[in-house]
C-alpha cells in the first residue's frame, strides 16, 4: 500500500532528480530548436512539454487549455511528447486540433529547452530567445495565482516586458522524469 501511495503521489511532491550532465538554460539565451521541426519564423512559440502516461501532466491539462484560450492570438502553440508516449493517446487527451503536437524523438526538443520533466512550459520569444523554462505553478493543481508562472511569463511577453525573475518553485522541475523507462 506504502508503494502504491509513493508511486502515485508522494513522489511528485519531490523535485525531479536533475540528470547527470544537464545543461540549463537562461532566459534570454538563444534556442536552437531542430531543424527536423518547421516551426514559424518571427514568432513567439510557446511549448507545452506533455506526457499523456504522467499524472501532473494529466492535473494540468485544464489549465494548459485555458493558457491556450487566453494566448493563442499572440503566441504559436505545440504539444511536444516523449518518443515512446502514445501520439494518438496524447493527441486525444490534448483534444485541440489547432495544437500540434510534436513527438520528441532523441529527446531533441526537451534538451535544446532545458526540460528534463514533465509538464513544462517553455516560451520563447520572436527572436529565439528563451523567454520562460519552467513549472505551470508552485502547486500540482495550478491553484495559487500568484504563482501561475507560465501565465505570468506569457503575459509579460505579450506584453512586451522583460522576462519575470521567479523564485526556485518556478525553474526546479517537478513532475515525471524524461526520458522514461517505458
Same mark, same amino acid.
Given at each position: 500500500?506504502? &508503494? ?34 518547421? &516551426? ?5 512559440? @510557446?511549448?507545452? &512539454? ?35 508516449? !502514445?501520439?494518438? @493517446? ?13 513527438? !520528441? ?19 520563447? !520569444? ?14 500540482? @493543481? ?41
Amino acid at each position: 500500500m506504502g &508503494f502504491l501511495f509513493w508511486h502515485q503521489e508522494m513522489k511528485y511532491v519531490l523535485p525531479t532528480p536533475v540528470p547527470v550532465g544537464y545543461a540549463a538554460k537562461l532566459p534570454a539565451q538563444v534556442i536552437t530548436l531542430p531543424s527536423s521541426f518547421q &516551426f514559424p519564423k518571427n514568432q513567439a512559440l @510557446y511549448l507545452h &512539454f506533455f506526457n499523456p502516461d504522467c499524472p501532473c501532466s494529466r492535473f494540468n491539462l485544464k489549465h494548459f487549455q485555458s493558457l491556450k484560450k487566453q494566448f493563442e492570438n499572440n503566441v504559436k502553440i505545440y504539444a511536444v511528447i516523449p518518443a515512446y508516449a !502514445d501520439y494518438e @493517446y496524447a493527441k486525444d487527451m490534448i483534444d485541440d486540433e489547432s495544437i500540434m503536437v510534436i513527438q !520528441d524523438r532523441d529527446d531533441l526538443m526537451a534538451n535544446a529547452c532545458g526540460v528534463y520533466a514533465t509538464p513544462q512550459a517553455v516560451v520563447i !520569444d520572436a527572436q529565439q530567445k528563451l523567454f520562460y523554462r519552467g513549472n505551470y505553478n508552485k502547486t500540482r @493543481y495550478c491553484t495559487l495565482k500568484e504563482s501561475n508562472y507560465a501565465e505570468i511569463a506569457l503575459t509579460a511577453l505579450v506584453g512586451g516586458e522583460q522576462p519575470p525573475v521567479f523564485d526556485m518553485f518556478a525553474t526546479q522541475s517537478y513532475g515525471c522524469e524524461l526520458p522514461n523507462d517505458q
